[in-house]
């Protein structure tokens, strides 16, 4: 009986370990924590860019960019450097071209959206730039028959000029990080370059279009590894917003602002129009938001929303403020449906000349909102 007992109680024993042996191995076996994205890395930045400006007589542009990286933000300086002598040949016509220009400037580039995998995205870019240019040129044209023929007679003109050159661009861009610290990146956009005269006059054209590409390196640490991403708009970044709202006063007003959200709290800077009603203007303001409550998974958000607005003083008179509670619905990470319904008020007096100041409105209803809600992380 003893040898029985014995072997009876050594049988749930074993059974006992191994369900051990197992549960402790499965819960002490952590998932693994997913690597940061490849252009995720934070550090010092140098680029070159290679630009085609179109309508320009200096087509092919090089440039050097140093900065830093904070993420998906990019922010740094570039310059440009210019020191050329075009020679044509004589024979249908002769031009000769020297010149010497120098432009430097901010330039600022951010990745809007990211593949899954981190290696590809979409990225903008906004910069400016200020500097000087000294040109001289000749162009000789054969007028009255072929310079071949020795019939022709050339005329020559000679132009020179020298002073201040300024620059801006902006686009939007591919970047194929090949590894996790070197991107290469195509891109265009429009772009506008004016040399400025001693009078503050120009020749060139407001804009025209460039394509670019170029390579960015990273001097830094790789990025940490990050947790897998949460749903819900990121603590910090820039957003951007747009609406359609509605009231028993006015058929439709259109909205769109740019801001920034920090943690719970988005600030905007905003414009509306109005679309059928003739205020003759557009109302620019500032909306304040603050999130009041969030699900666990960041997925639905209740806010409240003030705005205050005027029109600009050489225009028809509007003054508007705005106060309504509303939802969010976090689809994606970044990207978030709006609704809003609430109180507004607008004064406005629509003019009719300058010896007649029209009539006085001031309104006060209700309203409803729907919108787009955009955030981009840093």
């Not at 310059?79 to 044509?88: A, F, N, P, S, T």
Request: proline fraction near 6%; charged fraction near 20%; charge should be neutral.
């Amino acid at each position: 009986m003893l040898i029985q007992f014995v072997h009876r109680a050594k049988l749930p024993s074993v059974g006992a370990a191994l369900a051990a042996f197992f549960v402790t191995t499965s819960l002490c076996a952590a998932e693994p924590t997913p690597p940061a994205p490849p252009g995720d890395a934070w550090g010092f930045v140098l680029g070159t860019n290679l630009s085609a400006v179109l309508l320009d007589d200096d087509v092919l542009r090089e440039e050097v960019m140093v900065g830093f990286k904070f993420g998906r933000l990019v922010l740094g300086v570039s310059g440009y450097y210019l020191d050329q002598d075009l020679e044509m040949p004589r024979e249908f016509g002769h031009a000769h071209t020297k010149e010497k220009t120098f432009l430097v400037g901010p330039e600022a580039q951010v990745a809007l959206v990211r593949s899954a995998n981190g290696r590809t995205e979409l990225i903008g870019m906004l910069g400016g730039a200020a500097g000087t240019w000294d040109r001289w040129s000749t162009k000789t044209d054969w007028v009255g028959g072929s310079p071949l023929g020795g019939t022709a007679t050339p005329v020559t003109t000679e132009e020179s000029g020298q002073g201040v050159r300024v620059r801006w661009h902006a686009g939007l861009g591919v970047r194929f990080w090949l590894l996790p610290r070197f991107g290469f990146h195509v891109a265009a956009g429009a772009l506008g370059d004016y040399r400025l005269k001693g009078s503050g006059t120009f020749d060139e054209l407001p804009a025209t279009g460039f394509f670019q590409a170029g390579f960015l390196g990273v001097a830094g640490a790789d990025a940490a590894p990050k947790e897998p991403r949460r749903q819900g708009s990121p603590d910090i970044g820039f957003a951007i917003q747009s609406g359609i709202s509605t009231s028993p006063r006015a058929p439709f007003d259109a909205s769109l602002g740019l801001g920034v959200n920090l943690y719970r709290f988005l600030l905007v800077i905003a414009a509306e129009v109005p679309l059928l009603v003739n205020f003759g203007t557009v109302v620019p303001g500032i909306e304040l938001q603050g999130t009041a409550f969030r699900s666990a998974d960041r997925r639905v958000e209740f806010f409240g929303s003030g705005f205050i607005g005027s029109s600009l003083p050489s225009v028809n008179s509007a003054f508007r403020w705005k106060f309504a509670p509303g939802v969010r619905l976090w689809p994606r990470p970044d990207l978030a449906l709006t609704a809003t319904v609430g109180v507004m008020r607008d004064e406005y007096r629509l003019l009719v000349d300058a010896s007649n100041p029209g009539e006085f409105h001031d309104h006060f209803t209700m309203f409803g909102r729907i919108g787009i809600l955009s955030v981009v992380g840093l």
